[in-house]
Nanobody, 115 residues
Framework: QVQLVESGGGLVQAGGSLRLSCVAS????????MAWYRQAPGKQREWIAT???????TYADSVKGRCPISRDNAKITVFLQMNNLKPDDTAVYSC?????????WGQGTQVTVSS
């Protein structure tokens, strides 16, 4: 079984930065995707970034250019460096891992950006 644990959330003012981390454990195939999603109260979960174990990255337009995603494959960890945070970024940020068509989710970490 796969477990994901996110960390790094917190309270920040607009314009600040946070670095989110997600550590995966369990039986994980080398060929996998790790991604970040967020969900604000009353809204659907939104995909923001994905990085394949081979290095390919994709980003949602809402964070492209200011929230680079990176991985440490040795530790099966994915990071999201969030810069120039905005109040609209306030949400629970969750880590997702996918391999062989199966997805796993972490419990999420809260990011709150004050205006």
């Amino acid at each position: 079984q796969v477990q994901l644990v996110e960390s790094g959330g917190g309270l920040v003012q607009a314009g600040g930065s946070l670095r989110l981390s997600c550590v995966a454990s369990g039986t994980i195939l080398n060929n996998n995707f790790m991604a970040w999603y967020r969900q604000a109260p009353g809204k659907q979960r939104e995909w923001i970034a994905t990085m394949h174990s081979g290095g390919i990255t994709t980003y949602a337009d809402s964070v492209k250019g200011r929230c680079p995603i990176s991985r440490d494959n040795a530790k099966i960890t994915v990071f999201l460096q969030m810069n120039n945070l905005k109040p609209d970024d306030t949400a629970v940020y969750s880590c997702n891992l996918q391999h062989i068509g199966v997805q796993f989710w972490g419990q999420g970490t809260q990011v709150t950006v004050s205006s």
